[in-house]
C-alpha cells in the first residue's frame, strides 16, 4: 500500500489545486483549435497564401477526413452518441451530486469537447455536401476553427471560475 500513498503525494487528485490539471486543460484546447477536422490550421493558411499544390494537398487530406469522419459518424454513430452520454452523465453525477473532483474536472473538459465534436461532424457533412474542391472550403475550416475556440474560451472561464470557487471553498471549509 506504500507505492499507492507515494502515487497519491505526488499526483494532487484534487483536479483544480494541480498544475498538472491546468496544463492537460490549456493542450487540450489549443489542439482541438489546431487540428479543424483533423486537418492541420497552418496547412490551411499556408494554402490559402500560396495556393497550388499546398491547396490540392489541403483539398485531399480534408476530403479523406471527412469521409472518415463521415463513415464513423454513420456506422456507429448512435452507439458512439450513447457511449459519450453515459460517460457524460457518469462524470456530472460522480462530481456535481456526490462532490468528486476529479469527475468535475473531466466532465469540464469532457462536455465542451462533445459540442466540438457536433460542431466537426456538422461541418464535415456541410463539406461533403458541397465537395472539397468547393471554393468555400477554407472559409468553412476557417469558420469551424473560429467555433472551436469560442467554445474552448467560455469552457476554460467556466472551468477557471468553478477551480476557483473549489479552491476557496476548500480553503475556507477545510
Not at 490549456?26 to 486537418?39: D, E, I, K, N, Y
Not at 469540464?108 to 459540442?115: A, K, Q
Not at 472561464?157 to 476548500?170: A, D, E, H, K, R
Request: aromatic share 14%; hydrophobic share 50%; proline share 2%.
Amino acid at each position: 500500500m506504500e507505492w499507492y500513498g507515494n502515487l497519491f503525494e505526488v499526483i494532487d487528485m484534487r483536479s483544480f489545486s494541480n498544475l498538472w490539471f491546468w496544463i492537460a486543460l490549456a493542450v487540450t484546447w489549443s489542439s482541438a483549435s489546431h487540428w479543424v477536422l483533423g486537418v492541420p490550421y497552418d496547412m490551411v493558411t499556408r494554402a490559402r497564401r500560396a495556393g497550388g499544390q499546398l491547396e490540392t494537398d489541403l483539398r485531399d487530406l480534408t476530403r479523406i477526413n471527412v469521409n472518415r469522419i463521415l463513415y464513423i459518424a454513420d456506422v456507429s454513430g448512435i452507439w458512439l452518441l450513447g457511449i459519450v452520454c453515459f460517460c457524460l452523465s457518469v462524470l456530472a453525477t460522480l462530481g456535481f451530486l456526490y462532490g468528486v473532483e476529479f469527475a468535475q474536472a473531466l466532465f469540464l473538459i469532457g462536455f465542451p469537447l462533445s459540442f466540438v465534436g457536433l460542431l466537426n461532424l456538422r461541418t464535415a457533412r456541410k463539406i461533403w455536401a458541397e465537395g472539397t474542391g468547393s471554393p468555400d472550403l477554407m472559409k468553412h475550416l476557417s469558420r469551424c476553427r473560429t467555433y472551436t475556440q469560442a467554445i474552448g474560451m467560455v469552457s476554460i472561464f467556466v472551468t477557471s471560475l468553478w477551480g476557483m470557487y473549489q479552491n476557496l471553498s476548500i480553503g475556507v471549509l477545510g
